[in-house]
């Protein structure tokens, strides 16, 4: 079994910054891609950004330049630093981890962008 704590969302201004940090546990597979994806109120789910154990990273052409993923292969931890926020940035974001046919998801986090 595989849990995922994230942590870290808020309420920022626009032109803000948050950084969301993910945990991994249990039985882990070394090579795997860790990621962040997002939900929006009446939208579907969307991937932001994910890292992979030899740190490729992909990210949504929305959040390029603004967002930055980084992850600790030791401790099974991925963060996203979210610069020069939005509110369309807006969304439960949720931390995943993946390898082979094995999905697993976090509880989610909330982020809400408003002045």
């Known amino acids: 079994q595989v849990q995922l704590v994230e942590s870290g969302g808020g309420l920022v201004q626009p032109g803000g910054s948050l950084r969301l940090s993910c945990a991994a546990s249990?039985?882990?597979?070394?090579?795997?891609?860790m990621g962040w994806y997002r939900q929006a109120p009446g939208k579907e789910r969307e991937q932001v950004a994910t890292?992979?154990?030899?740190?490729?990273?992909h990210y949504a052409d929305s959040t390029k330049g603004r967002f930055t993923i980084s992850r600790d292969n030791a401790k099974n931890t991925v963060t996203l630093q979210l610069n020069s926020l939005k509110p369309e940035d807006t969304a439960v974001y949720y931390c995943?981890?993946?390898?082979?046919?094995?999905?697993?998801w976090g509880q989610g986090t909330q982020v809400t962008v408003s002045s």
């Open positions: 995943n981890i993946a390898w082979d046919s094995f999905v697993y």
């Open positions: 249990g039985n882990i597979f070394r090579f795997n891609i």
């Open positions: 890292i992979s154990t030899l740190r490729n990273t």
